[in-house]
């Protein structure tokens, strides 16, 4: 993709928010991928666990987010696999595999996941699975490289599964999570066609990463400890 096309694409994705049009899917070029991820605010270093923490009225969520060695080749394209665990007072609730890649620009695409809701240790449900490529999915760009207020963008797109999209607020946000106190951060409020009264902020720190979710009931997942290299 060059980078006259993803100006264009940008600037075709915030005229249709504004417009109340469809949100296009971003078209990649299999070409224009490289190995690392390295945009700073979606960083995906091996061996990199981050750990989030929320108080809820059913008690204490954990998410744990391991960056693994693992690669996907999805589409042609060597994802990195992200391992990310949820437990709810101890007791694991979903267990889910993201797979990630970013272009030479820097944009961080999205190529799917497999995930797994579970009850007492037993998969109950897969619903939210969807792979790029598959029954017509087609990956997304969670992080942009270049981030502007007011832009919207598609972070997947698997039909009547998974089709969440974020829109820029801001780039100056200041945030204080357990882990540390940060400031200029990327604001996005993230939502979906599938589940139209929902939507959450997240926050994003140079060289971090996700540090902070609040949903639309004031509920914070707050990064609570960062371990690895």
Known sequence: MSRTLIVLLLGALLA????????????FDLQDFAAPVANPLFPLVPGT???YEKDTPEG???????????RKVILGVTCFVVHDVVSLDGEVIEDTLDWYAQDRHGNVWYFGEDSKELEGGVVVSTHGSWEAGVDGAQPGIVMLANPEVGVTYRQEFAPGVAEDMATVLALDASVTVPFGSYADCLQTEDFTALEPDVSEEKFYAAGVGAVLEVDDEGGRTE????EGP
């Not at 204490?60 to 693992?70: N, Y």
């Not at 990064?223 to 960062?226: E, G, R, T």
């Open 16 to 27: 249709a928010c504004s417009s109340g049009g469809t949100v296009p899917v971003p078209k």
């Open 223 to 226: 990064l609570v400890d960062v």
């Open 60 to 70: 204490l969520e954990q998410v744990v987010v391991e960056v693994t060695s693992d």
């Open 49 to 51: 666990i981050r750990t």
